[in-house]
């Protein structure tokens, strides 16, 4: 067991650009479930539109990527009005019901066949041209970055400098909005929204609000999960990426600025460090290879994490950095 090579790895994803993607994701959860006590199950579905929107522009229509990239904000935007329009004057739980449904259908719809002719969209294998040369051409990096035997491949470490940037430009409007009377509107209805409604605000205007400044940041993480990659295919924005930046969120803390962040760094290491090391415990017969092998050895990660996250939530549900009075589902 090469324990030091665990660690190196654990450290590497920890702060990697996969971190950044769910970091981004779950602060445009925060406004909506941890500030405003909107359940949305369709994170992944922003995503999808923002680096979708920004892919296409130049793999398919030979635009700008500067230009897909504020579309692709105007397109959350308009996903936002889509999803919030029918279901936020009604129950929560319809909203959760239409994103989680609206994600799978955009998904669906982006990888099927028909779209692929229509569209040259590649169906489930997504657009995979070089897309990013843009963004790359304008990094400063000569090579790869190095702190000790912790390294970053140089197009790595170009979205990192540029997504934890983005990450803290967020953090700080978050930050802004919530000390407004703005974000102070939208704790109260998070706590109750006939008390707001009978001071005579629109709740109704405050949810889109809150709903499209989340899917904004949404788009933010599929712009960077674009970067990363240089791909962007429908398999990437499944249910369970909503579900990873929802456990990144209440790990860190609802309703705390820094919570995504400090949420993204945990999970995503722990992660990337027990499959490692499950892994490495497999290979070399730590774990005999009668009960698994090391790829099955490897998802028991999963199981851990979400041992890990029972136990949070039923102790500590407000999270590592968490108030459980700002809590939407405990307003006590």
């Known amino acids: 067991m090469d324990f030091g090579s665990i660690l190196t790895f654990t450290?590497?994803?920890?702060?990697?650009?996969?971190?950044?993607?769910?970091?981004?994701?779950a602060i445009g959860l925060n406004v909506h479930f941890g500030y405003t006590g909107l359940l949305n199950f369709?994170?992944?579905?922003?995503?999808?539109v923002g680096g979708y929107t920004m892919a296409s522009f130049v793999a398919v229509f030979g635009l700008s990527l500067w230009l897909g990239l504020a579309v692709g904000v105007l397109m959350a935007v308009v996903l936002a009005l889509l999803l919030g329009i029918p279901t936020l004057r009604l129950r929560a739980d319809y909203l959760a019901i239409v994103t989680i449904a609206a994600a799978e259908i955009i998904?669906?719809?982006?990888?099927?066949?028909?779209?692929d002719r229509k569209f040259d969209f590649g169906g489930q294998d997504g657009l995979q041209s070089n897309f990013v040369a843009d963004f790359r051409a304008l990094n400063p990096l000569d090579g790869p970055i190095s702190i000790g035997p912790i390294s970053w491949r140089v197009n790595d470490a170009?979205?990192?400098?540029?997504?934890?940037?983005?990450?803290?430009?967020?953090?700080?409007v978050v930050w802004l909005l919530m000390r407004s009377p703005w974000g102070r509107v939208l704790k109260a209805i998070r706590e109750d929204e006939d008390a707001v409604r009978s001071l005579g605000k629109n709740v109704y205007a405050y949810k889109m609000q809150a709903l499209i400044v989340g899917?904004?940041?949404?788009?933010?993480?599929?712009?960077?999960y674009g970067f990363y990659k240089n791909a962007v295919i429908p398999t990437d924005y499944a249910t369970d990426t909503t579900f990873y930046a929802f456990t990144v969120l209440l790990v860190g803390g609802a309703a705390r600025v820094l919570g995504p962040v400090v949420g993204a760094v945990i999970v995503w290491g722990l992660l990337s460090g027990l499959g490692a090391f499950f892994t490495q415990a497999a290979r070399n017969d730590?774990?005999?290879?009668?009960?698994?092998?090391?790829?099955?050895?490897?998802?028991?990660?999963f199981i851990i994490l979400g041992l890990a996250l029972m136990l949070i939530m039923i102790f500590r549900?407000?999270?590592?950095?968490?108030?459980?009075?700002?809590?939407?589902?405990?307003?006590?």
Do not use: H
């Open 158 to 172: 170009w979205v990192m400098i540029v997504g934890w940037a983005l990450v803290a430009i967020c953090c700080v």
């Open 42 to 48: 369709g994170q992944a579905a922003f995503m999808a």
């Open 215 to 224: 899917g904004i940041f949404g788009a933010f993480a599929g712009f960077i």
């Open 286 to 301: 730590v774990i005999p290879n009668w009960l698994m092998n090391d790829q099955q050895a490897s998802l028991m990660r």
């Open 107 to 115: 998904r669906q719809t982006l990888g099927s066949v028909t779209f």
């Open 11 to 25: 450290i590497e994803q920890a702060f990697g650009p996969l971190a950044i993607v769910y970091c981004l994701a």
């Open 317 to 332: 549900p407000q999270g590592i950095f968490g108030d459980r009075k700002e809590l939407a589902i405990d307003g006590r």
